[in-house]
Each structure stands twice: as structure tokens, then as C-alpha cells.
């Protein structure tokens, strides 16, 4: 395995890697748990070769609190894609990422500006100009990103088919702990209490999926997963929203098309998002 901290070592080592069949990318931020092992696993399965970045990405970050508090173990992370057959990672630092006088962003105007957009003002934008970034650096057939941030990966898949980005953007299910909590870098951060009470945002969003086959309306689908998280004492509810699967835009009456469900929740200063598509009521 490959590890580059410059762009230019990465770009030989991929123009080589290329060079030998298909390369799937899988994109990440570090401290490595079994949903971001998933897409690689789905990468080997359907690729050639696999490559990964590890980049705590600046720009994406809101409060400069989050970004200091976002845990690492750069040797352990290593050491998971080397086991899992990874040929190429790619560590920059941010002042290798990005020039001293950047000025270009990539934008997708509508899709970033709603829902997760308006809680962390500017996020969509850092991930759309460090993905852009990366497709142009690594130049994969395939990019693997998780359902878990789905806002993000519909923003991706946008600005892949506006921009005429030559890759395929795969997605992958959201990888989940037994207890039903999925799977993120930031459940470290959790206070044994609140890890405890984290399991009401997939419980909520279980509750959801019942009432979407009997039948109800979004509007009392939104309710109950609001009323469920709101009565855990140390669950702050951000946004709960049901939206068209594809779109994201706003649906009302009763569950008759793809709807999903996408939960933001803190846990006293932990931010934990969830997402469940609902099936539609089948016709009885
Ligand atoms: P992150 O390191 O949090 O930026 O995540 C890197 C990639 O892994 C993103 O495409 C995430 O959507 C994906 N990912 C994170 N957590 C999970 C999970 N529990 N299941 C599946 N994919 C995930």
C-alpha cells in the first residue's frame, strides 16, 4: 500500500495504479469504523484496485470547536486499509490541500442550501469543492459513499451529473452497531449516558417505517419521531424532515412514493444524523 502526502506523489501513483485496471475511491475523514471498511469492501468487490483518502476536510467544518474535537489514529486507520487490500491512500494536510489563495468553490445552489445546508451554513459547499478535488486528484471510474450522509451524497451525485465528472457514484447502506445506532467517527465522543439514549434516533426512525405502512401521513410520521426523540432527556432534536427520496423536496399526505426520513439530534455537543427511506404502503 501507497501512502502519499503530496499531490504529486498521489498523482504517479495512481497514473500507475490506473494504469493496471479499475480504481474505486473511497473518500473519508479518518478514524475508521466498519461502515467506511463497507465501501471498501464494496470498492474491492466491483473494482480492481481500491484507493483512499484520509483528510479532515477545514472547509466542511462549522465551529472550529467540532473540527479540533474530531477524533483521529491515523497508524490504525493505516493499518485497516492495508488489511483490507487498499493500494493507495492519500494524507494530505490542509495546506497541501488547498493553495494559500484559493478562490474557487463548487456549489450545488439549491440542494445545499436546505435541510443539513441551513444547520451548518457553507458545509455542502467545503464537501462539493474537496470531492471535486479528490475526483480530479485520484481520476477513479467509481466513488463509494455511505446512505448514512445522504443529503451529501445526493449533493455529490448533483454536481457529478452538472459538471460531467467521468465517475460513477456508488452508494452504500448504512452500516449499524447491534444496538441499532448507526455507525459514525463521532460516537466516540459520546458520554456513556448519551450513547445509551442514541439509540432513539434508529428507534425513531424504526417507528417511522411502521407508521409509513399503515398508512399515515407524513405530517403524523413527523410528529411521532419528533415526539419519540424529544421525550429522551438528553437528546436535542436539530431537524427531523421527510422529503422525496430522489429530490429531497417536500412531500405531504400519505407515504405513496419513496420518502425519506433524515434526523439531526445532538447529544450535548455531539451531532449525530440518521436517515431511513420509507417504504411506500403496499396495496393490500
Ligand atoms: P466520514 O469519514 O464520516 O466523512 O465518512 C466517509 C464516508 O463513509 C462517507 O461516504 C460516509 O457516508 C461513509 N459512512 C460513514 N459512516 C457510515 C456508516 N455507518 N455506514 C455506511 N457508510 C458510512
Not at 16 to 24: F, I, K, P
Not at 51 to 67: C, H, K, M, R, Y
Not at 144 to 173: A, C, H, N
Request: hydrophobic fraction near 40%; charge should be negative; glycine fraction near 4%.
Amino acid at each position: 500500500m501507497r501512502v502519499c502526502q503530496t499531490k504529486q506523489e498521489l498523482r504517479l501513483a495512481m497514473a500507475d495504479l490506473r494504469s493496471q485496471g479499475t480504481v474505486g475511491l473511497v473518500p473519508t475523514m479518518g478514524y475508521l469504523h466498519d461502515g467506511h471498511m463497507q465501501l471498501v469492501h464494496s470498492a474491492k468487490s466491483e473494482c480492481d484496485h481500491v484507493a483512499a483518502s484520509i483528510f479532515v476536510n477545514p472547509t466542511q467544518f462549522g465551529s472550529a470547536e467540532d473540527l479540533t474535537n474530531y477524533p483521529s489514529n491515523l497508524d490504525r486507520d493505516l493499518k485497516m486499509l492495508q488489511e483490507a487490500g487498499v493500494s493507495v491512500v492519500f494524507t494530505p494536510t490542509p495546506d497541501i490541500m488547498y493553495h494559500p489563495n484559493a478562490q474557487t468553490i463548487v456549489e450545488t445552489t439549491e440542494l445545499a442550501q436546505k435541510l443539513m445546508g441551513e444547520l451548518r451554513p457553507g458545509h455542502f459547499r467545503g464537501v462539493a469543492t474537496v470531492v471535486t478535488k479528490l475526483f480530479n486528484l485520484f481520476q477513479p471510474d467509481r466513488a463509494y459513499f455511505g446512505e448514512k450522509d445522504y443529503q451529501q451524497l445526493q449533493v455529490i451525485k448533483t454536481m457529478v451529473r452538472d459538471l460531467d465528472i467521468p465517475v460513477e457514484i456508488r452508494p452504500v447502506p448504512t452500516v449499524r452497531e447491534a444496538d441499532g445506532l448507526a455507525m459514525s467517527s463521532r460516537n466516540v465522543l459520546l458520554s456513556p449516558q448519551a450513547r445509551t439514549a442514541s439509540i432513539v434516533l434508529s428507534k425513531s426512525l424504526d417507528l417511522g417505517q411502521s407508521l409509513a405502512q399503515s398508512g399515515a401521513s407524513t405530517e403524523d410520521i413527523t410528529k411521532a419521531i419528533a415526539d419519540m426523540i424529544r421525550a429522551e432527556p438528553l437528546a436535542e432534536l436539530q431537524s427531523v424532515d421527510l422529503r422525496d427520496a430522489e429530490t429531497l423536496e417536500e412531500v405531504s399526505g400519505p407515504v405513496t412514493r419513496d420518502v425519506v426520513a433524515l434526523l439531526a439530534v445532538t447529544f450535548d455537543p455531539v451531532l449525530l444524523i440518521d436517515q431511513r427511506v420509507l417504504t411506500r404502503k403496499e396495496p393490500s
